[in-house]
């Protein structure tokens, strides 16, 4: 399957925001979008003003990044959150949130998507207390998300967990630190996606 294996920092610069795809260096003074604030390229200090559809795309973009799906991918979930009741665009970010490797990342195992998405093709985690290494597995409320126990005397499963506040938590995941684990106890909302994402120029750009 294809994937960017380029620069992540690269990215960030691109969409002008933090992605968080390198964790705890998006935080320190190495984080490239400090440092050069703008685009990649000869031409990204004299970009000019960036067009209606421009809009929409690079937000499209963002949230893929984001979220590291890839088009096709990302097509199929904006088909499912127009199939279903309610706002498209919330739900879209709502199926988003619903991922694995997202979950994983959301309640503090890693510092990254990225890194979540490894650990889950390497069997890190279970899912209602079954092995699951796929990180676009759609999660349920209910389900419960745990380090395998194999894994759990894991130096860098500790550290994250420990440097990852309760209040960093999305009050939709119950975290259980002791035992390593997770619930989702709501479905996810709008208002606990901190990352700034305008879905309605995504709806707009497919509406085309």
């Given amino acids: 399957m294809a994937r960017y294996n380029g620069p992540s920092c690269r990215q960030?610069?691109?969409?002008?925001?933090?992605?968080?795809?390198?964790?705890?260096?998006?935080?320190?003074?190495?984080?490239?979008?400090?440092?050069r604030p703008y685009p990649p390229g000869m031409a990204g200090?004299?970009?000019?003003?960036?067009?209606?559809?421009?809009?929409?795309?690079?937000?499209?973009?963002?949230?893929?990044?984001v979220y590291g799906v890839l088009e096709?991918?990302?097509r199929n979930y904006f088909k499912m959150a127009d199939k279903s009741r309610g706002?498209?665009?919330?739900?879209?970010l709502?199926?988003?949130e619903l991922r694995l490797d997202n979950v994983v990342y959301r309640l503090g195992f890693t510092p990254s998507r990225p890194m979540a998405r490894q650990l889950v093709r390497h069997n890190h985690f279970t899912v209602n207390g079954k092995k699951v290494n796929i990180p676009s597995y759609r999660l349920s409320k209910g389900d419960t998300i745990a380090v395998a126990e194999k894994k759990k005397k894991e130096p860098y499963l500790a550290e994250s967990l420990k440097s990852r506040g309760d209040n960093q938590i999305p009050?939709?995941?119950?975290l259980d630190r002791a035992a390593m684990s997770g619930r989702l106890?709501?479905?996810?909302?709008?208002?606990?996606?901190q990352t700034p994402i305008q879905e309605q120029l995504i709806v707009e750009l497919y509406s085309k």
Avoid at 12 to 35: A, T, V, Y
């Fill in 12 to 35: 960030c610069r691109r969409e002008g925001i933090k992605l968080f795809l390198k964790g705890d260096r998006c935080m320190s003074k190495k984080c490239s979008l400090d440092k």
């Fill in 45 to 65: 200090q004299r970009r000019g003003k960036v067009k209606e559809y421009g809009q929409q795309l690079r937000e499209k973009q963002k949230v893929k990044r």
């Fill in 72 to 74: 096709r991918q990302f």
């Fill in 87 to 92: 706002v498209t665009g919330e739900n879209l």
């Fill in 94 to 96: 709502s199926l988003l």
């Fill in 171 to 174: 009050d939709w995941l119950a």
């Fill in 185 to 193: 106890s709501d479905a996810p909302r709008r208002d606990s996606i």
